[in-house]
Every structure is written in structure tokens, then in C-alpha cells.
T-cell receptor, first 113, second 112 residues
Framework: NAGVTQTPKFQVLKTGQSMTLQCAQD?????MSWYRQDPGMGLRLIHY???????DQGEVPNGYNVSRSTTEDFPLRLLSAAPSQTSVYFC????????????FGQGTRLTVV | GESVGLHLPTLSVQEGDNSIINCAYS??????FIWYKQESGKGPQFIID?????DKRQGQRVTVLLNKTVKHLSLQIAATQPGDSAVYFC???????????FGKGTMLLVSP
């Protein structure tokens, strides 16, 4: 079982470059989300989606765009990378049942120089 | 990875000891709580959960206690092993759509 798959695992960008972090899940989960993890800050929610065609902002959405064209995929786009976006990014998925755990990918470590 | 552990509270125990990791949550309306374990270089992994209508739940070697009066959650790990060394996060659900809010985490270090 693949679960939640994130690509790439590592990425170095120059300031101002754009890129897309990919996330795919094979569990038919309606709910998907992106978090960033910084030292001492825990995981902070960037964007989330409750189904194809529906997205919403989390705690720290600025500088990031998302779309949800299929149930399986939830890409995160950085249009113009900044050093403040250096972080580890995690994608997660779950059912819409609020009393159920989220499943996480292995993370993407992004460095913006 | 290792950078996740910087500035985190750290609990150091000996192998075989019982460990207790604590978490204060923020919203009295939260009704679902989860403990996650994150090993170096990996994503968070589910350990155990508890709903607000319970005050204790047990798993294999782990117990979660919930005190709603003081908004406190704890994770007890029995007979701690070196493989338990990781960062542990509590998370709470404050909405109806599995939007989890995470605590800052505690690093558990287990010495052989």
C-alpha cells in the first residue's frame, strides 16, 4: 500500500524560482492538507481540501497556491520562492470523519537560497 | 530530521523506564485528540487517539489520558525502548473536517 506519496524528497531553489510539490494518495480520501514544519514550531497548516474542486486556506497560506482537480492529487505551488519558505513540507490525507487520524507522507525538504 | 528537534522540550529516559509526555491543548471545544510519533527524516505516524467523551484509552504499551477540566493530554509509554526515541506531537481537532492543530512536540531520548 503506497498511502500518501510526496515528491520530490529534497529540493533546492533559488529565490524567485517557482516549483510544485506533488502529493498523491491512493486511499480514496476526500480530505487532503499541506503542512510546513519548522524547528520548534510544530506543524502548521498551509492549505486544505475537502474534495475535488474545493480548497481553503489554513494558518499560513501566503506564498502558496493549491488546486484539487482529482481526489488523488493535491499539488502545492510556490510561485516565487523566498528564503522564509525553507522548511519541511508534509502532505496528509484522511476521510471526512472528524474522529479519524490523518495519514502523512514522508515529507519534502525544501531549501530556498 | 534532526532540525525538527531544535528548541523542543526533551525527555531523556533509560531503556525499560516508563515515559510520560504531556501536552496542553488550546480549545475547550476540541473533541478529538491524537498522538503522533515522528522519527528522524520521516512523516508523523499515528500512535493512539481519544475522543472527548473518554478520559483514558490504552493501546499496546501506550496509554493516553485526557483531562478536559484543565485541557491536558498525556501519553504514557510503558517499558520504553530505544526504538521509541522520536519527537511526539499531540494534535486536536477543532472543526468538523479533520483539520488538525498540532502542538510543538516533545523529543523523547531513550538510552540503552
Amino acid at each position: 500500500n503506497a498511502g500518501v506519496t510526496q515528491t520530490p524528497k529534497f529540493q533546492v531553489l533559488k529565490t524567485g524560482q517557482s516549483m510544485t510539490l506533488q502529493c498523491a494518495q491512493d486511499m480514496n480520501h476526500e480530505y487532503m492538507s499541506w503542512y510546513r514544519q519548522d524547528p520548534g514550531m510544530g506543524l502548521r497548516l498551509i492549505h486544505y481540501s475537502v474534495g475535488a474542486g474545493i480548497t481553503d486556506q489554513g494558518e499560513v497560506p501566503n506564498g502558496y497556491n493549491v488546486s484539487r482537480s482529482t481526489t488523488e492529487d493535491f499539488p502545492l505551488r510556490l510561485l516565487s520562492a523566498a528564503p522564509s519558505q525553507t522548511s519541511v513540507y508534509f502532505c496528509a490525507s484522511s476521510t471526512l470523519d472528524p474522529n479519524t487520524e490523518a495519514f502523512f507522507g514522508q515529507g519534502t525538504r525544501l531549501t530556498v537560497v | 530530521g534532526e532540525s525538527v528537534g531544535l528548541h523542543l522540550p526533551t525527555l531523556s529516559v533509560q531503556e525499560g523506564d516508563n515515559s510520560i509526555i504531556n501536552c496542553a491543548y488550546s480549545n475547550s471545544a476540541s473533541d478529538y485528540f491524537i498522538w503522533y510519533k515522528q522519527e528522524s527524516g520521516k512523516g508523523p505516524q499515528f500512535i493512539i487517539d481519544i475522543r472527548s467523551n473518554m478520559d483514558k484509552r490504552q493501546g499496546q504499551r501506550v496509554t493516553v489520558l485526557l483531562n478536559k477540566t484543565v485541557k491536558h493530554l498525556s501519553l504514557q509509554i510503558a517499558a520504553t525502548q530505544p526504538g521509541d526515541s522520536a519527537v511526539y506531537f499531540c494534535a486536536e481537532n477543532m472543526s468538523g473536517y479533520s483539520t488538525l492543530t498540532f502542538g510543538k512536540g516533545t523529543m523523547l531520548l531513550v538510552s540503552p
